[in-house]
């Protein structure tokens, strides 16, 4: 196993992923003491992700799981989520601060988080075929390998973050305005990035 995959692995990643830490993060916020939250939220980014690799994978070999044309209209997961979240936070707006902003949602669910993880990397296939084509079967194994790892680092991140005071205290109180804005902007970027609908 060679350092410089695993690095480029680990690159690769970052890059790839940077904006996934402000979701996870929104996404704790959002499930903050409601049990069994963190388990959600790390299942549902695994599940997501597991499928991107997935689908990266297949692309490699020659299959077109995904054809290239529909890739923008995964911007429509994070919009409808991103509105769902919005008229949930509308529906509560009166509700104690107290109760947190979890209190009508019940925080993220597994399927939620892996349908942002999915829609939000759907760009990230792109790049991660002619990766993983030109890499072979040993440096493609490397690299699935280190981007599950990294997973588990990315989620830990947004957890640490989500429980920062400073950082706490700001998605406690905005959280319930910032999620439905940050998966409605997501959406609306793939739509248009992609120029789904003739945008």
């Known amino acids: 196993m060679s350092l410089g995959i695993i690095g480029q692995a680990v690159g690769l990643f970052a890059v790839t992923n940077i904006d996934d830490i402000v979701i996870l993060a929104l996404f704790f916020a959002q499930g903050a003491g409601v049990k069994g939250a963190t388990r959600n939220i790390a299942a549902g980014q ?15 070999f020659g299959a077109t799981l995904l054809p290239e044309s529909s890739v923008p209209y995964l911007g429509l997961l994070p919009l409808a989520l991103g509105v769902k ?15 947190g902003p979890a209190a009508g949602s019940g925080g993220p669910g597994i399927l939620e988080v892996a349908a942002v993880t999915f829609a939000n990397g759907g760009d990230n296939i792109g ?18 390998a280190v981007f599950l790892v990294l997973v588990a680092v990315w989620v830990a991140a947004g957890r640490y973050f989500a429980t920062r005071p400073v950082i706490a205290r700001a998605l406690s109180r905005w959280g319930h305005v910032l999620l439905p804005l940050v998966l409605i902007g997501i959406g609306l970027l793939i739509l248009v990035e992609g120029g789904a609908f003739g945008l």
């Open 127 to 144: 790049v991660y075929v002619p990766v993983f084509a030109t890499a072979g079967v040993g440096g493609m194994a490397v690299y699935v």
């Open 46 to 60: 695994y599940l997501g992700f597991t499928a991107i690799v997935a689908v990266a994978v297949a692309a490699a």
């Open 85 to 99: 979240a919005a008229v949930q936070a509308w529906r509560h707006r009166g509700d104690d601060d107290d109760d």
